[in-house]
């Protein structure tokens, strides 16, 4: 079964940063491309960057370009989000997804002062 449980959400100041993580199980996870994508309140979902399976190549939102960086760990199954000069605008509960699905747990990201 597959598994994809995001962490590293919670609540910032704006300028802040935060670094979300998704542990990845029940597929070999170097075999796919994978991608962030977040779901603001009362909006549909927004990709907000994807990276290919061996990390070599990565794309973002031009809403986050420059701000957030998406990274991989093959060997530990996890990936990553990076995320600087965080915007009230970046609120949203953030999930990764596999390549070909699914989406999987998301956490909740709130920036606010």
């Known amino acids: 079964e597959v598994q994809l449980q995001a962490s590293g959400g919670g609540l910032v100041q704006p300028g802040g940063s935060l670094r979300l993580s998704c542990a990845a199980s029940g597929f070999t996870f170097s075999n796919y491309d994978m991608s962030w994508v977040r779901q603001a309140p009362g909006k549909g979902f927004e990709r907000v960057s994807n990276?290919?399976?061996?990390?070599?190549?990565?794309n973002y939102a031009n809403s986050v370009k420059g701000r957030f960086t998406i990274s991989r760990d093959n060997a530990e199954n996890t990936l990553y989000l990076q995320m600087n000069s965080l915007k009230p605008e970046d609120t949203a509960v953030y999930y990764c997804?596999?390549?070909?699905?699914?989406r999987g747990q998301g956490t909740q990201v709130t920036v606010s002062s």
């Open positions: 990276i290919n399976r061996g990390g070599s190549s990565t």
């Open positions: 997804v596999k390549e070909g699905g699914p």
